[in-house]
């Protein structure tokens, strides 16, 4: 049953991925659609962290799967490595930098507010 609920949360946030992602087709060099994705998964961890400790199974549909499903770490790595190819290396390191301390800060702060609301 387990790997039902991770099954399901996978699928359901690959296309969610695909979605938001179909929403930057606007072109340009620089991965929006990538460090949005990301950046929206980090601050919905932080939110899933506090709400599903006691639920092991939303944690497996919550977390692995649906945020598995959703960001995208490897698709990172693959903007971060075109834009080097391409010799934007000021937006690489934008985009590196964003992508990392906006993140682990959109965790924080989301995990922060969340156990505060519900106590």
Not at 42 to 70: A, D, H, K
Not at 104 to 111: D, E, G, K, P, Q
Request: with cysteine; glycine share 12%; net charge positive.
């Amino acid at each position: 049953m387990n790997l039902t609920w991770v099954f399901i949360g996978g699928g359901i946030g690959a296309a969610l991925r695909w979605y938001l992602s179909s929403l930057y087709q606007s072109g340009g060099n620089f991965p929006m659609a990538t460090l949005s994705v990301n950046l929206v998964g980090c601050l919905l961890i932080g939110i899933f962290s506090v709400l599903v400790l006691q639920y092991p199974r939303g944690s497996l549909f919550l977390i692995t799967g649906l945020l598995g499903g959703f960001t995208t770490f490897s698709s990172f790595g693959l903007d971060a490595f075109k834009l080097l190819h391409i010799e934007e290396y000021k937006k690489f390191i934008i985009y590196v930098a964003l992508s990392n301390i906006l993140g682990i800060a959109l965790v924080i702060l989301a995990h922060k507010i969340t156990t505060f609301l519900i106590k």
